[in-house]
């Protein structure tokens, strides 16, 4: 049994064959999992959960319900184009909304989960707007407005945002190593995992003179792209910590650390497609 991570699918009607590979993914591959994570950015956007009975949203809806009603747990984190993500949403899916960020007790080991836009600190304009559209008198405002009316207001923020983009330096949206380190020490982890960057890798570095783990996943573009972990410590006879993966909340705790098994999470990036 493994544990699943996902990000940055970016889910729209205008690439159906990665929509398939998702909706395949969920009948197959996750039915198999102990628990799923989507860590932000399963939809290009989501404008309120009244879209969720649209329906060219209705296949991803079943499909999601369909994996969590068969008993396993979807865990879903805000991305900064899908924060817009509720309870009507949860309720219809049966996935759970997660804070940004969690942490979990990963088969033994405690492991942050972040989206990952929060950590380009460099990328000044960029947190402005989140800083705008996060406010609870703004969300309002755009939810009070029709979908046609919504629509219009995504699109010309992606004009915006893709203007803005095509000027900016890659390290400018790439995260801030100072900002991890931050997140990291605050939570006392040695291992993060989060998405936003689509630059998929697992970056090894020494953080207060011990060895740390900072996985990034990659996005859904031309193909899949999933974080295998799976309990890979042989002290306790290649099973799997008795907790297992518990989402315990941005400001919890994290239990059932096992001495000297800190490393005991095998994680593996995978293409799908
Ligand atoms: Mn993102």
New binding site residues.
């Given amino acids: 049994m493994s544990t699943l991570f996902i990000?940055?699918l970016h889910l729209s009607t205008e690439r159906p064959a990665i929509t398939a590979l998702f909706l395949d993914f969920l009948r197959a591959r996750a039915r198999q999992a102990e628990a799923l994570y989507i860590l932000?950015?399963l939809f290009e956007y989501w404008i309120g959960d009244d879209v969720a009975t649209l329906p060219e949203y209705r296949p991803l809806i079943d499909g999601l319900r369909g994996l969590t009603a068969a008993g396993v747990p979807v865990y879903v984190m805000h991305?900064?184009?899908d924060f817009l993500l509720g309870d009507g949403f949860a309720q219809q899916t049966g996935c759970r909304l997660i804070p940004d960020p969690t942490l979990i007790s990963l088969y033994g080991e405690n492991v942050l989960l972040m989206?990952?836009?929060t950590l380009c600190t460099d990328d000044v304009a960029y947190l402005k707007f989140r800083e705008m559209v996060r406010n609870p008198d703004w969300v309002r405002m755009f939810l009070g407005k029709t979908i046609a009316e919504r629509v219009a207001i995504v699109r010309d923020y992606r004009e915006i945002s893709k203007t803005a983009t095509a000027t900016k330096k890659p390290e400018i949206m790439d995260v801030n190593p100072r900002a991890v380190d931050a997140a990291m020490q605050q939570h006392g982890v040695r291992h993060l995992i989060h998405?936003?960057?689509?630059r998929p890798a697992q970056h090894v570095f020494a953080l207060d003179g011990q060895s740390a783990r900072r996985t990034v996943l990659g996005d859904w573009y031309d193909q899949g792209s999933v974080l295998v972990c799976d309990a890979h410590d042989s002290r306790d006879g290649g099973g799997r910590a008795a907790s297992g993966p518990a989402a315990v909340g941005s400001a919890g705790v994290a239990g059932g650390r096992t001495p000297g098994a800190t490393d005991a999470s095998g994680c593996v990036l995978e293409s799908l497609g």
């Fill in positions: 990000s940055d932000g950015d991305g900064n184009r989206h990952g836009d998405g936003h960057t689509h």
